[in-house]
């Protein structure tokens, strides 16, 4: 099921669309099988989980490298395998657990708050390393949802200067988890407005400023109607949370 899945989401999905697979709460082996089928975008939104994961996929890799290298075989082959992993760290992120998420993943998709911003500036300053982030709004009807109102989103692009060791690379966002679908698009219109403002009022970041990180299982074609560049599947490509 995840194969067929993944290649069939590979050939529907635009090319302007990632694939990020959301692995949290799913066994190391279901990320193998997804990447046999093609994937490299895995998220995760725990950072015990995640750095659970990245360990076994070394202590895997390393263990294939001296299997190979014992039998004679190509051991460039073996070293290449899962190496071009590439993690997303998808949920809210406490500032005391910075250092099991920043040195593996190459996105922060879920910064929804100025203290975990400016937390993730000073990690960066003090490991010497620029990191990726996507700013997340709220916009969705829940009041449990965290994030940013898009005045905040702008005031923190036009001060992005002082951020030294961040890159900011666009909006993730979720819609009200609702079987409504006008809400739906609605949700995702608003965010896709904040991006397009964020685009629009800072054109020095425009370059960096590519990604608006919308629609998961249940609704990513409505996301990408509304110009998403990244969805976020989890379920449908590998069942119920185990």
Known sequence: ????????????????????????????????????????????????????????????????????????GDVEDAEAWLSDVEWHFIGHLQTNKLKMVLPYVSLVQSVDSLRLLQAINAWGEHNAKVISVLLEPHVAAEETKQGFSPEEILAILADASSYEYICFKGIMGMATFTEDESVINSDFAALADIFARCRSSFPSLAPDLTELSIGMSDDYPLAISHGSTMVRIGSMIFGARQ
């Open 1 to 72: 099921m995840i194969c067929e899945t993944i290649q069939r989401l590979h050939t529907e999905l635009p090319p302007t669309v990632k694939l990020v697979a959301v692995s949290k709460f799913h066994p190391f082996e279901s990320i193998v099988e997804a990447y046999g089928a093609g994937q490299r975008i895995f998220a995760e939104s725990r950072p015990q989980e995640l750095m659970a994961k990245v360990r076994r996929l070394e202590e895997m890799r390393a263990s294939r490298v001296a299997e190979t290298r014992l039998a004679g």
